[in-house]
Every structure is written in structure tokens, then in C-alpha cells.
């Protein structure tokens, strides 16, 4: 009975974490062709009354609107990289923790050290999109809920034991 009961809390989980993922990933979709294609459309437009503006104050008005709006479309695609998988899938575990957590220290000023013991078991698939939930929610928790200047992380395998350590 205990067994079958395991069995069916993991059935569930797995079910649970594959709806998660799906709507994440629905989420990142919409942001990606929405709000992604809207704002492109706007840096169009924008840079078009650059060109033809007749005064030196509206060229540099639009100018200055474009820089704003390419740091929202580089932050958007942010987001939508953190929100689906497919990225950790295609570039691998590892790439993607680098990514974040150069993403992370370029935007905050908190000082992020990742340590990673070589070698790790294959992370590219769902524990390893787990995982990174996991880091990025213990990262997140720690700006909204700390004053901390400083997190490090610590993954390492021994054997069939993977351990994470955050500081």
C-alpha cells in the first residue's frame, strides 16, 4: 500500500510540474508574439519620427524612447527566457545557470558566485528544469526578502547524490 501511495504521489507531482511548465511556457508564447511584436512595431514607428522629424528636440525625444524601449524588449525577453524551458533544453543546464546569473548581477547589485563540481549528471531534462526553478526562486526570495549583497551557490554530484548549497 505505502509503495502504490509513493507511486501515485509521483504520478501527481509529475503532473503537477508538467502543468507548470506547459503554462509557463503558453505564458512566454503570448509575451514572445504579443507584447514581443507590439513593442518591435513601436520601435519602428518610433524610429521613422526620428528620421523624420523636423527638430532636433522631437529626433532626440524618439532617440531616447528607443534606448528606453530596447531595455523593455531586452528585459521581456528576459523574461520569457526565465519563464519556458525550452532554452535549459536546447543550451543545457549549466548555460542557462550562467546566463541567469549573469543577467542577475548585471541588473541588481548583489554579488552572485556560482561554483558547479564537475561532473554533473545530465540536468537537461525535468529535475534539471526543477532545479533551476528552484535556484531562481531562492534567488528571488532572497532580493524581495533579505537585505543581502551577496548569494553563492554551490552544486556539486557525489555519486548519485546532487547537492545544492546556497548561501
Not at 101 to 126: G, Q, R
Request: proline letters at 1%; a neutral charge; charged letters at 25%.
Amino acid at each position: 500500500i505505502y509503495r502504490q501511495r509513493v507511486k501515485s504521489q509521483k504520478k501527481l507531482l509529475d503532473a503537477i510540474y508538467s502543468t507548470q511548465e506547459n503554462e509557463r511556457n503558453r505564458i512566454a508564447e503570448d509575451l514572445h508574439d504579443s507584447v514581443g511584436a507590439n513593442l518591435s512595431a513601436m520601435k519602428l514607428s518610433l524610429d521613422a519620427i526620428r528620421e523624420d522629424a523636423s527638430d532636433k528636440a522631437t529626433s532626440d525625444m524618439a532617440a531616447d524612447s528607443m534606448h528606453l524601449l530596447d531595455g523593455i524588449i531586452a528585459d521581456l525577453r528576459n523574461i520569457i527566457r526565465n519563464q519556458t524551458s525550452q532554452y535549459l533544453l536546447a543550451n543545457g543546464f549549466v548555460s542557462e545557470l550562467m546566463r541567469f546569473k549573469n543577467y542577475f548581477t548585471a541588473h541588481n547589485k548583489i554579488k552572485m558566485e556560482i561554483s558547479i563540481s564537475e561532473p554533473l549528471p545530465d540536468l537537461n531534462n525535468n529535475f534539471g528544469i526543477n532545479l533551476f526553478r528552484v535556484i531562481q526562486e531562492l534567488v528571488n526570495n532572497s532580493v524581495k526578502h533579505s537585505r543581502c549583497n551577496e548569494i553563492d551557490i554551490g552544486i556539486s554530484s557525489h555519486g548519485s547524490v546532487l547537492k545544492l548549497e546556497y548561501k
